[in-house]
């Protein structure tokens, strides 16, 4: 048995730029959600917009989410100790359920005050919002929708999934304006069951969302192999090695985001310990180079029987 060696590489980048870049990402969405929720705040109170305070508080509570992506991949990327000699991965998918969480519950608020609203039906007492609501609301839409981009990017290229759960934590809000601003405009034409008409149809977007990131983080806690496409990818840089006759067992599982991966080998059994330890270790050694996610990795070496 050898252990990949590359074990402070995330997707090929080295351990501390996958923190760097995560703490960068989440530094610019702080202060771009407290401006943001700062801004709809003011336009809310100003245009006597319930709507577009709620969104501002919405905005405020993307702070909380940011805040736990930053300690969850802080404690994902201690290196390996004693107690963890595995290392810490995992923290990140529990860091990625609790933004699960508080996305389906956020989205389940807006939901639950839409259908409240609906069925009380009481439209006649609400004021129409004003002009400056209608623009902080398109200005919100604007901007959740880049920090959702911005996260997104970030997040694929260095394999996070709690950063990914941000990403769609803010484009949860840029639906949550979408439904402010439809709410808005239909209030000024003289529709206001408008806003809770679209408010049901986003908590439904945000529900799926906040489901998707849930079965994500849950698959790389349990053990859940890797997908289809790496293991047929791995199969055939074992198979290179001329003296690999066959596999005999391949097993991959995920841990936070990194492979492990258990293989049986057969070989011509005529070979003497030492050459047949050779082959395990070029095995490993080849699957160590193309596959920088492959954190750990066992080569079991069987004799092949030959015919």
């Avoid at 969405?29 to 709620?54: C, D, E, P, W, Y």
């Avoid at 201690?78 to 998918?93: N, T, V």
């Avoid at 840029?174 to 003289?190: E, P, T, V």
Wanted: glycine letters at 6%; one cysteine or more.
């Amino acid at each position: 048995m050898k252990e990949n060696k590359i074990m402070k590489t995330k997707n090929g980048e080295p351990e501390k730029d996958f923190q760097k870049v995560a703490n960068q990402v989440s530094f610019v969405t702080i202060m771009g959600n407290v401006v943001l929720a700062i801004f709809k705040l003011i336009a809310g109170i100003v245009a006597h917009s319930n709507a577009m305070i709620s969104d501002a508080i919405h905005s405020a509570s993307d702070v909380f989410s940011t805040v736990v992506v930053i300690i969850g991949i802080k404690l994902a990327s201690k290196e390996s100790d004693k107690e963890h000699p595995y290392g810490h991965e995992r923290l990140e998918c529990v860091a990625a359920v609790i933004l699960a969480g508080v996305l389906f519950v956020t989205g389940l608020g807006i939901g639950a005050e839409a259908v409240k609203t609906i069925i009380g039906g009481h439209y006649d007492n609400i004021e129409a919002p004003g002009l400056l609501a209608l623009v902080a609301a398109i200005v919100s839409i604007a901007l959740k929708e880049a920090m959702f981009w911005y996260t997104r990017f970030h997040a694929k290229k260095i394999d996070s999934s709690a950063l990914m759960a941000d990403a769609w934590h803010h484009r949860s809000d840029a639906f949550s304006s979408i439904g402010a601003l439809i709410g808005i405009l239909g209030a000024r034409i003289g529709f206001p069951i408008m806003d809770s008409l679209a408010s049901l149809v986003i908590f439904v977007f945000i529900a799926k969302a906040a489901y998707d990131i849930f079965m994500d983080a849950v698959d790389k806690m349990v053990d859940h192999a890797c997908d289809e496409e790496t293991e047929k990818q791995i199969r055939a840089c074992i198979m290179k090695n001329k003296e690999v006759l066959c596999i005999d067992l391949f097993q991959t599982r995920m841990f936070g985001n990194k492979i492990y991966a258990d293989i049986e080998i057969g070989v011509d059994g005529s070979y003497t310990l030492q050459k047949a330890h050779e082959i395990a270790e070029a095995v490993h050694d080849d699957i160590e180079r193309d596959f920088p996610k492959v954190k750990h990795i066992m080569v079991h070496v069987n004799p092949a029987e030959m015919d």
